[in-house]
């Protein structure tokens, strides 16, 4: 179920090949689900990840 509501929060804001810390942050909030499960699910669906706020990703 939740992959669903990420994949919707995903498809409003326009990603689909990558997505920004923010966006991420954004994108958990608006499905109201964990900023990890937004990273698994980016993981799963081959969504890299850039502008890291830790600097992780680049």
Do not use: H, P
Not at 23 to 32: I, M, S
Request: with cysteine.
């Amino acid at each position: 179920m939740s992959d669903e509501k990420i994949k919707k929060a995903l498809q409003e804001a326009g990603i689909t090949e990558m997505i920004s810390c923010d966006q991420a942050f954004a994108a958990a909030e608006k499905a109201l689900v964990s900023r990890g499960a937004i990273g698994e699910y980016c993981n799963n669906n081959r969504i890299k990840i850039r502008g890291c706020q830790l600097g992780c990703f680049k």
